[in-house]
């Protein structure tokens, strides 16, 4: 994804890009505070501090050989692989056995069975 900040030539956050405002200073100074908040996080994602799971606490995922829905719990992150609960006994990696959606959790069965 395109940055749309970076450090100014003073050590400030500047925007990638033309931005020709006029509004009064005490707004100014919002828009550079949202504009620095943008730039710590882009900052992350670049250094690969900044994951974005694919689903979060309390959403229903699907799990391949088990019919029904299940309700993620926690997660945990090891060597860059995603696990998530849903009961105690159940640990899965996210995308090998588990799934947002029944479809998916459908055509991955399909893919181990071969067909």
């Not at 749309?4 to 030539?9: C, D, E, F, G």
């Not at 882009?42 to 900044?50: F, P």
């Not at 694919?54 to 926690?74: F, H, I, N, Q």
């Amino acid at each position: 994804m395109e940055r749309l900040t970076m450090t100014s030539p003073q050590g400030g956050v500047a925007f990638t890009f033309d931005l020709d405002v006029t509004c009064e200073k005490s707004e100014m100074l919002k828009i550079l505070k949202l504009a620095e908040r943008l730039k710590q996080y882009e900052d992350a994602a670049e250094q690969g501090l900044l994951l974005k799971l694919p689903c979060k606490v309390g959403d229903t995922v699907y799990r391949v050989y088990l019919d029904g829905e299940y309700t993620v719990s926690w997660w945990s992150i090891k060597e860059d692989k995603f696990t998530l609960s849903y009961y105690e006994k159940y640990k899965d990696e996210f995308g090998k056995m588990v799934f947002t959606t029944k479809e998916e959790a459908k055509a991955k069965l399909a893919e181990m069975e071969g067909k």
